[in-house]
C-alpha cells in the first residue's frame, strides 16, 4: 500500500475554465488520468493539496468530482484558495453521499491514520501580510493546523498544506513555528504553478523537509510519498 500525493488539479468540468490555455498545461486532464491510474492502485491513497476544482457551487462540483472519483485509490482533500465550492464538513458529506462517491474524504481539523503515521494539515495562508483581515485568516488557518496535529495518533505526522509556508524569500512564521513544535519532518504543498515555482523551497529547513507538489510542477503524475 502507498501514499501519494498532488496538488492543483484545477479541474474545470463543469465550468468553463480549463487551464489548456497555459503554458505547460495542455490536456492536463488526460494526462493526470493516465499517469495516475498507471501509478496508483485501488487499495493507495491519494492527497490532494487544494486547488482541487474551479467550481463555485456543488452542482458545478459534480462532474470534477465524478472525475476524481472515477481514478484509483482513495483521496484525501484539503482546501485550497479556489475552492469556493468548500462548505461545512457537514454538507461536504451530504454532497459525497447523495453523489455515491465513495472514494473522497476531506483533511479539515482532522487527521488521517496509516500504519505507523499521520496524516495532518490544513490550507495555510499568505505568507506576508499585514492586512487585518488576513492576520485574522492565518490565525485561523494556525488553528486548524494545530487542530489536525493535536488529532492525530501517530508519532510521526506528515503535513500537507496549500499554501507554501515558506519560499526562497518569504516565510510565515507562525506555521514554520507550529511544525517545529510538533516535531514534522515531511511537509508537502501546492499554489506555486509556472515562473513561481522558481521561488519554492525544495529542501530542510529547521529539520523540516519541504517540498511543492503542484501539478504542472510533477508534470501531472501523483508523486509517491510513502509505502507502507
Known amino acids: 500500500m502507498s501514499l501519494f500525493a498532488i496538488a ?7 465550468t468553463n475554465k480549463p487551464m489548456d490555455t497555459f503554458e505547460g498545461w495542455s490536456n492536463y486532464t488526460q494526462r493526470l488520468e493516465n499517469n495516475w491510474n498507471r501509478l496508483v492502485d485501488s487499495e ?15 452542482d458545478e462540483l459534480k462532474a470534477d468530482f465524478a472525475f476524481i472519483d472515477s481514478l484509483k485509490g482513495k483521496k484525501i482533500i484539503l482546501k485550497g484558495n479556489h475552492d469556493y465550492w468548500w462548505n461545512t464538513v457537514k454538507k461536504m458529506n451530504e454532497f459525497l453521499d447523495l453523489n455515491n ?4 474524504s476531506f483533511l479539515y ?3 488521517y491514520e496509516f500504519d505507523g503515521f499521520s496524516v495532518c494539515g490544513s490550507r495555510g495562508w499568505l505568507l506576508d501580510s499585514d492586512e487585518q483581515q488576513d492576520e485574522k485568516v492565518l490565525r485561523r488557518e494556525v488553528l486548524r493546523l494545530e487542530m489536525s496535529l493535536d488529532s492525530a495518533k501517530s508519532d510521526e505526522k506528515i503535513v500537507f498544506l496549500h499554501y507554501p509556508p515558506i519560499t526562497t524569500n518569504e516565510k510565515c512564521d507562525d506555521i514554520l513555528n507550529l511544525l517545529v513544535k510538533y516535531g514534522i519532518k515531511k511537509c508537502y504543498y501546492g499554489h506555486l504553478h509556472g515562473a513561481a515555482a522558481k521561488y519554492a523551497v525544495d529542501d530542510s529547513i529547521n529539520g523540516v523537509d519541504f517540498k511543492l507538489i503542484s501539478a504542472d510542477r510533477l ?7 510513502k509505502k507502507f
Do not use: C, E, Q, R
Open 8 to 14: 492543483d488539479t484545477h479541474l474545470s468540468f463543469g
Open 109 to 111: 481539523n482532522n487527521a
Open 219 to 225: 508534470n501531472f503524475t501523483p508523486y509517491l510519498i
Open 101 to 104: 462517491f465513495k472514494s473522497i
Open 44 to 58: 493507495d491513497y491519494v492527497i490532494i493539496a487544494g486547488d482541487i476544482s474551479w467550481a463555485m457551487n456543488f
